[in-house]
């Protein structure tokens, strides 16, 4: 194989951005499983905060104002996740709001991801780990979404327990089209949004597939 037609190159100093960023969601997401129920919220909550300040490494953008409204977004976010968990809970209209500041964050990051990959003018481990982060980044929004429609209305979806952090795996179920159906949505809304969750996965997955393909084939 031709190497300079596929640079899979890692630089620590530049490309560390990603794997910790997908080492910290890959965290966030997996460990409670394993620490018990009595310690999988508390475990859950400090993984996000960190999953969060992962996430603020990914912001390359060039403006400083555009940096800067990225960063003082994913700071409030944070500080009100730490405030609900560990000082006082937030009531319903302040975690509505809480939720609409990520969801905002990571519309502007998923943006960003898209942005670098279309860019990119080599086939690197960073335009890799990139496309496979703004693959996931569409399922931290679906999240996001799910979570806030569950906030509006709990019988919006069938789950075990109403458990809300299982909210994570039904976003990621439905992103894959796996569907297994041990959690379905119940309303207009959170149907609606499960089918285009599932649509902007597969369309997504199409595109950045063809423009990986078309880098590649023009070295």
């Known amino acids: 194989m031709d190497r300079n037609k596929i640079a899979l190159r890692f630089n620590m100093k530049e490309d560390f951005k990603y794997p910790f960023f997908l080492i910290a969601l890959g965290a966030f997401m997996f460990v409670p499983s394993f620490v018990g129920k009595d310690y999988a919220d508390f475990i859950s909550n400090i993984l996000f905060v960190f999953f969060i300040i992962s996430s603020l ?3 390359s953008a060039r403006s400083k104002m555009i940096r800067a409204f990225s960063y003082l977004i994913g700071i409030l976010g944070i500080s009100a996740e730490i405030v609900h968990k560990f000082i006082r809970p937030l009531g319903g209209s302040f975690q509505i709001v809480f939720m609409l500041l990520i969801f905002v964050y990571f519309i502007f990051l998923f943006i960003e991801l898209v942005g670098q990959i279309f860019k990119s003018k080599n086939i690197t481990l960073n335009v890799v780990l ?4 703004g693959y996931i980044m569409i399922g931290i929004i679906g999240y996001f979404v799910f979570r806030i429609i569950f906030l509006l209305n709990p019988e919006s979806f069938a789950i075990p327990e109403n458990n809300i952090q299982s909210l994570i795996y039904f976003t990621f179920i439905t992103l894959t089209t796996i569907g297994y159906g041990d959690i379905s949505p119940l309303s207009e809304i959170a149907r609606n949004f ?8 597969q369309f997504y997955n199409t595109v950045i597939i063809a423009i990986i393909i078309g880098k590649f084939l023009q070295r």
């Not at 990139?130 to 982060?133: C, E, I, M, Q, T």
């Not at 499960?194 to 996965?201: N, P, S």
């Open 57 to 59: 490494s990914l912001i």
């Open 130 to 133: 990139g496309a496979f982060s």
């Open 194 to 201: 499960a089918v285009m969750l599932g649509l902007v996965g």
